[in-house]
């Protein structure tokens, strides 16, 4: 059964219409074959599609794809694959898996680059939020977003992901990677900074959207979630809504001051 999700992040429930055009990180025009991984180990099963246009960020899409467990299932698979404008991710009933799609330059692999990009701007033309459109879900997860500079300066961003029942476009701030107050946070039940569980920097300190070398999502990388089935629209980069941008300076700012409190006691 498929139901639309959404990422539960700082503002993710505000639906406000934008001035400018997007940025493009991923629309999923180009397709990629689906992987299918029947083999419950680490070892998984990626691939990589290049375009001529500028659909997909740095020219290039890899993905990536694993069975994790089959939780007694003896014909369970985990896949991923992009067709018809989306990315769909699927495990079979019973079983778990991981996904990744990853945006790192012209490699031809899976195994990350994280300067690959050669410092993408992505501010140039204003941005300050990536927006995901996502059309189907019917479980929740984790779902990682990583960005890096290089290889010691990067932000990764742990979500609570949920199910929902219609279209959803979320805006997930820049300024959550971006703050290094809230390096190192931690919060398992995604109460303190609604939705997010942990952010963690690089030893070079949070990662330089103005110097993007590599971005990455992660889909359920622990297999928390058993019979997850999802759909993908779009990811891009846009302005935030003014407010949202208070919202979430807001918020962000009261869950550091929140952590912080709780050192001191």
């Keep these: 059964m498929n139901m639309s999700y959404k990422l539960t992040t700082v503002a993710a429930a505000l639906m406000l219409s934008l001035g400018a055009q997007a940025a493009t990180i991923d629309t999923f025009t180009t397709s990629q074959a689906l992987l299918v991984d029947s083999t419950a180990d680490a070892s998984g099963l990626s691939s990589s599609v290049t375009t001529l246009g500028t659909d997909i960020l740095g020219g290039e899409r890899d993905i990536f794809v694993s069975l994790l467990s089959t939780g007694g299932n003896a014909f369970a698979n985990a896949a991923i694959g992009v067709g018809g404008g989306a990315m769909s991710f699927s495990v079979s009933s019973q079983a778990s898996g991981t996904g990744t799609v990853q945006w790192d330059g012209l490699d031809g692999s899976i195994a990350l680059n994280t300067a690959g990009l050669g410092g993408v701007d992505l501010l140039v033309d204003g941005s300050t939020a990536f927006r995901v459109d996502t059309l189907f879900s019917d479980l929740g997860y984790r779902f990682d977003i990583e960005a890096y ?63 993007l070398g590599a971005l990455q999502l992660i889909i359920d990388p622990l297999g928390g979630t058993t019979s997850v089935d999802l759909t993908l629209d779009a990811v891009t980069t846009v302005p935030e809504p003014g407010v949202l941008a208070l919202m979430g300076m807001g918020l962000l700012a009261a869950g550091f001051a929140g952590r912080r409190r709780k050192s001191h006691s």
């Design 149 to 211: 500079t290089d290889a010691t300066t990067f932000t990764k961003i742990s979500f609570l992901a949920h199910a929902a029942n219609s279209l959803t476009t979320s805006y997930i701030p820049f300024s959550g990677f971006t703050n290094a107050g809230l390096c190192g946070f931690s919060d398992p039940s995604g109460t303190v900074i609604p939705g997010v569980t942990s952010i963690t920097c690089g030893a070079g300190g949070n990662v330089n959207f103005a110097s």
